[in-house]
């Protein structure tokens, strides 16, 4: 699963996340992402970040994608490599 977090920092220590869906492909949740679908930056989450989930019990993070809003298109975009402390934990599910 594919799982959407949107965050407004990128200090974990002090950031408000938020899971706001998750899909079953790729695709519809990069989709979800870029287009602000029901507008999940509600102003505040800067940072949004796709995590894919493997199942079962203690499930690993496989991959991540990681998006920065943009405020004068109004979507998030594609925001390069994802920050180190982003990249230590699994997010979506703790």
Not at 2 to 15: E, G, H, N, S, T
């Amino acid at each position: 699963m594919y799982f959407i977090v949107v965050l407004d920092d990128l200090d974990l220590r002090q950031a408000e996340s938020r899971v706001v869906g998750y899909y079953p492909d790729f695709e519809s949740a990069h989709q979800a992402v870029i287009n602000n679908r029901c507008d999940v930056w509600e102003t505040v989450y800067t940072y949004a970040l796709i995590e894919k989930i493997s199942p079962g019990l203690y499930p690993d993070v496989e991959e991540k994608w990681f998006y920065k809003f943009n405020v004068w298109e109004g979507k998030y975009e594609p925001a390069g490599d994802i920050p180190q402390e982003l990249m230590k934990y699994n997010l979506a599910l703790g």
